[in-house]
């Protein structure tokens, strides 16, 4: 199964003035997943947006609301598709609809003299809804392709290995992710820069503790073909055998550590919530243990 496919490119920048030039790659790539996934999103789209444009005008019928302005009608088929992201795609036609009735003037039945009105029911109604095949056809051509850029050589980095390399993108880029959002490390309300500077190596040094936590236990979990429960509480049925560090820490969130001390202020007891068996199967495959875990459970000389 073809995994991805495409070419390179190089090219030289500088910065403006013609300075500080210097070389870079360009690999533009195609994965047809992504581009099979592109491809059946659009078809769900337009299929949505045909739905919706032909619900504009219905019969007319009993409760049956008409558009009988056409700048509405157009107003409507406007919205449906820039909400279907679709503009361009499909062509709709539609007309104008008069019917006419007549009817006597007043109460009454009615009589060879008598004046009579003409009333007028106006709707747009649409009649016709295409899709642009070739302008389709261009669009499904662009999908699944993606480009990137690097300074390494060929020796050291093929396109092969670039596109691997890339692919793994998005657990760098959840490590910043993490920084921003887990950790908060803005806005720093600090102002010394000793205190920036120290406060960023401890947030830092906290989102390697998460990325470690993460990836030692979805290892263990990959060699041992295992999966864990209880990590979804909105599923508790639910297994994953690649859990979150957030999820991992959530897991340990009902523990609570009860210490009891005597009039002088001494120890006297220390209570520690039991460990579930999740608890104790993370622990195990972080390499932990839950020796050092009970340590925290000691009672004092008191006692």
Same mark, same amino acid.
């Given at each position: 199964?073809?995994?991805?496919?495409?070419?390179?490119?190089?090219?030289?920048?500088?910065?403006?003035?013609?300075?500080?030039?210097?070389?870079?790659?360009?690999?533009?790539?195609?994965?047809?997943?992504?581009?099979?996934?592109?491809?059946?999103?659009?078809?769900?789209?337009?299929?949505?947006?045909?739905?919706?444009?032909?619900?504009?005008?219905?019969?007319?019928?009993?409760?049956?609301?008409?558009?009988?302005?056409?700048?509405?009608?157009?107003?409507?088929?406007?919205?449906?598709?820039?909400?279907?992201?679709?503009?361009?795609?499909?062509?709709?036609?539609?007309?104008?609809?008069?019917?006419?009735?007549?009817?006597?003037?007043?109460?009454?039945?009615?009589?060879?003299?008598?004046?009579?009105?003409?009333?007028q029911k106006i709707r747009s109604?649409?009649?016709?809804?295409?899709?642009?095949?070739?302008?389709?056809?261009?669009?499904?051509?662009?999908?699944?392709?993606?480009?990137?850029?690097?300074?390494?050589?060929?020796?050291?980095?093929?396109?092969?290995?670039?596109?691997?390399?890339?692919?793994?993108?998005?657990?760098?880029?959840?490590?910043?992710?993490?920084?921003?959002?887990?950790?908060?490390?803005?806005?720093?309300?600090?102002?010394?820069?000793?205190?920036?500077?120290?406060?960023?190596?401890?947030?830092?040094?906290?989102?390697?503790?998460?990325?470690?936590?993460?990836?030692?236990?979805?290892?263990?979990?990959?060699?041992?073909?295992?999966?864990?429960?209880?990590?979804?509480?909105?599923?508790?049925?639910?297994?994953?055998?690649?859990?979150?560090?957030?999820?991992?820490?959530?897991?340990?969130?009902?523990?609570?550590?009860?210490?009891?001390?005597?009039?002088?202020?001494?120890?006297?007891?220390?209570?520690?919530?039991?460990?579930?068996?999740?608890?104790?199967?993370?622990?195990?495959? !972080?390499? !932990?243990?839950?020796?050092?875990?009970?340590?925290?459970e000691i009672q004092g000389i008191?006692?």
């Amino acid at each position: 199964m073809l995994a991805a496919e495409g070419y390179e490119l190089e090219r030289t920048c500088c910065v403006p003035g013609g300075e500080g030039a210097w070389s870079e790659r360009v690999l533009v790539v195609r994965s047809p997943m992504h581009a099979n996934q592109q491809a059946a999103g659009l078809e769900t789209r337009l299929r949505h947006a045909e739905t919706q444009l032909m619900a504009l005008t219905p019969p007319r019928g009993r409760g049956k609301r008409q558009i009988t302005d056409e700048a509405t009608l157009v107003e409507a088929i406007t919205l449906i598709l820039t909400t279907q992201r679709v503009d361009g795609l499909l062509s709709v036609a539609w007309e104008k609809q008069v019917e006419q009735t007549t009817q006597y003037v007043g109460r009454g039945r009615g009589a060879v003299h008598r004046e009579k009105r003409v009333i007028q029911k106006i709707r747009s109604h649409i009649t016709h809804i295409a899709r642009q095949e070739d302008i389709i056809a261009a669009r499904r051509q662009r999908f699944g392709w993606k480009a990137f850029v690097t300074n390494a050589g060929h020796t050291w980095l093929s396109l092969q290995d670039a596109v691997l390399c890339y692919r793994n993108a998005y657990r760098v880029e959840r490590i910043f992710n993490r920084l921003k959002s887990r950790v908060h490390i803005a806005p720093l309300f600090v102002k010394l820069n000793e205190q920036i500077e120290g406060l960023t190596y401890l947030l830092t040094l906290g989102v390697r503790v998460l990325t470690v936590t993460e990836f030692v236990l979805r290892r263990s979990l990959e060699t041992a073909q295992a999966s864990l429960p209880g990590l979804h509480p909105e599923n508790k049925h639910k297994m994953t055998d690649k859990p979150t560090a957030e999820r991992i820490l959530k897991a340990f969130s009902d523990i609570s550590l009860t210490i009891i001390k005597n009039a002088a202020g001494e120890e006297i007891l220390r209570r520690l919530t039991p460990l579930s068996g999740l608890q104790e199967d993370i622990l195990q495959r !972080l390499g !932990l243990g839950t020796t050092l875990y009970r340590q925290l459970e000691i009672q004092g000389i008191g006692t």
